[in-house]
T-cell receptor, first 109, second 116 residues
Framework: AQRVTQPEKLLSVFKGAPVELKCNYS??????LFWYVQYSRQRLQLLLR??SRESIKGFTADLNKGETSFHLKKPFAQEEDSAMYYC???????????FGAGTRLAVHP | GAVVSQHPSRVICKSGTSVKIECRSL??????MFWYRQFPKQSLMLMAT?????????EQGVEKDKFLINHASLTLSTLTVTSAHPEDSSFYIC????????????FGPGTRLTVL
């Protein structure tokens, strides 16, 4: 069965520190991986997807098929990055998203 | 563009009553809509996939007679929680995709259901 694991419920860092939010997945085929972000009192929105290979708001994520990981990274965290981050995968078809449990990122001044 | 709305944003009902939640795509036609449930401090769990004009596909463990989904048009899907009980209290979120090769899901703001 497909599964997404985000081992950290909370990641607390100071402004300017590097950030890495971990995501591992299990799927025997070739999934599409996504990172979604939910800022306080806002709806869930797409942050980035692995097929785009782009950097959004300074965040990047590389799909590592050998380690079945899709960790989200940012070299210098900003206070406005504080939010809930969800890793998700889809296996195509009707594009069903399977979400991880989420990691709350708290960036302190 | 690609805005999804939900109505109501909050609803409180008595046990045994039915509650309808609407999900609308405001500026695009959604070939497929999804319904999720989110418990406090937990992740989103997919309940069902809804395609316009056809029956919804429910995930394992989701009672289709309990959670009725209707997708009558390309801009509206409804979720009706029938005979609601306190354990149905949750945050219900819908999302929609445009289709035709564009598979990004756009999420609604969610509906908080509280069953007394």
């Amino acid at each position: 069965a497909q599964r997404v694991t985000q081992p950290e419920k909370l990641l607390s860092v100071f402004k300017g520190a590097p950030v890495e939010l971990k995501c591992n997945y299990s799927y025997s085929g070739s999934p599409e991986l996504f990172w979604y972000v939910q800022y306080s009192r806002q709806r869930l929105q797409l942050l980035l997807r692995h097929i785009s290979r782009e950097s959004i708001k300074g965040f990047t994520a590389d799909l590592n098929k050998g380690e079945t990981s899709f960790h989200l990274k940012k070299p210098f965290a900003q206070e406005e990055d504080s939010a809930m981050y969800y890793c998700a995968l889809t296996t195509g078809g009707y594009n069903k998203l399977i979400f991880g449990a989420g990691t709350r990122l708290a960036v302190h001044p | 563009g690609a805005v999804v709305s939900q109505h109501p944003s909050r609803v409180i009902c008595k046990s045994g009553t039915s509650v309808k939640i609407e999900c609308r795509s405001l500026d695009f036609q959604a070939t497929t809509m999804f319904w999720y449930r989110q418990f406090p401090k937990q992740s989103l769990m997919l309940m069902a996939t809804s395609n316009e004009g056809s029956k919804a596909t429910y995930e394992q463990g989701v009672e289709k007679d309990k959670f009725l989904i209707n997708h009558a048009s390309l801009t509206l899907s409804t979720l009706t929680v029938t005979s609601a009980h306190p354990e149905d209290s949750s945050f219900y979120i819908c999302s929609a995709i445009v289709g035709a090769g564009r598979d990004e899901q756009f999420f609604g703001p969610g509906t908080r259901l509280t069953v007394l």
